[in-house]
């Protein structure tokens, strides 16, 4: 007796994915369907409260448009980073980087709609510049294969957009960027990024207490922004490794930043695990 077939598909608006169901007369249909397959199903829609998911399609009909090779790397069982970091244009075919990129989209919306509801002006500053900022740290200097230099000068991948910004903010009077930077340092470690994405804000006039109230702000607008449009993809995370992160998240939003200046604060390490070197 023939059954019916069950297929999950999922199109990257959330983690959760749709049952397809497949009455045992469209076999032929699913002979081209394989793990990774990009399909077209129609049919109807049934909702199911009763189960674990809400809703499932019985199909009608099933289209495989394309097919993996026979050497696709990803398996329907859980495939270790270690492999998927080899396969970089597959990465989002997982749930691990799914979730990675939605909650990533999530921060940085949350920081732009921040800054936005705060007055200010986002100002894309330059990626290749001549400049260090405050000796920030060692810059990647820029090169191409001709003898002759492309530019008239010394050229770098920034280090921070903080002079240009603190030009702007003249104008401005608030201003902020949001965007990659790069440090050369020789440090090949977790703790050490070549390449990373910073905010930097600039207003003018303020104070430090002014300064403190933004940054906490700031965290607690991403935060509460976070939970309300990445609430899924936290729980995969709290699900996969970072256990309790949502109730530690929402503790952060409840309360004041306790402030302490530079003579409290080199105390309290002192008294922590640092393990960066001596404190001076």
């Not at 979730?99 to 200010?120: M, N, P, T």
Request: aromatic residues 10%; proline residues 5%; contains cysteine.
């Amino acid at each position: 007796m023939r059954q019916n077939k069950f297929i999950e598909i999922k199109d990257g608006s959330s983690l959760k994915t749709l049952q397809l169901i497949s009455p045992p007369e469209l076999t032929n249909q699913l002979k081209k369907v394989k793990f990774g397959s990009y399909l077209r199903a129609r049919g109807q829609l049934v909702l199911t409260p009763q189960q674990a998911q809400s809703c499932e399609l019985k199909i009608e009909k099933i289209t495989a448009l394309s097919a993996p090779d026979h050497d696709y790397p990803l398996q329907k069982k859980k495939t270790p980073l270690e492999t998927v970091r080899n396969y970089p244009h597959l990465r989002t075919k997982t749930n691990y980087f799914l979730a990675l990129f939605r909650l990533r989209h999530s921060v940085s919306k949350a920081i732009h709609d921040f800054f936005d509801q705060e007055g200010f002006y986002y100002v894309p500053t330059p990626i290749i510049t001549s400049n260090d900022a405050e000796g920030a740290g060692a810059t990647f200097n820029l090169a191409t294969n001709d003898k002759k230099p492309f530019f008239s000068k010394p050229a770098q991948l920034t280090v921070s957009g903080q002079l240009h910004a603190e030009a702007l903010v003249q104008g401005l009077g608030k201003v902020y960027t949001f965007s990659p930077c790069f440090r050369a340092e020789k440090s090949h470690t977790t703790r050490h990024l070549a390449e990373f994405w910073m905010v930097e804000a600039e207003l003018a006039p303020t104070s430090l207490a002014t300064l403190l109230k933004l940054v906490q702000g700031l965290i607690k607008f991403i935060i509460n922004s976070v939970l309300a449009n990445a609430f899924e993809e936290l729980k995969y995370f709290e699900r996969y490794q970072a256990k309790k992160i949502i109730s530690k998240l929402v503790a952060i939003t409840k309360k004041d930043f306790n402030r302490l200046d530079y003579t409290q604060a080199i105390k309290v390490l002192k008294k922590s695990q640092f393990t960066f070197g001596s404190i001076k």
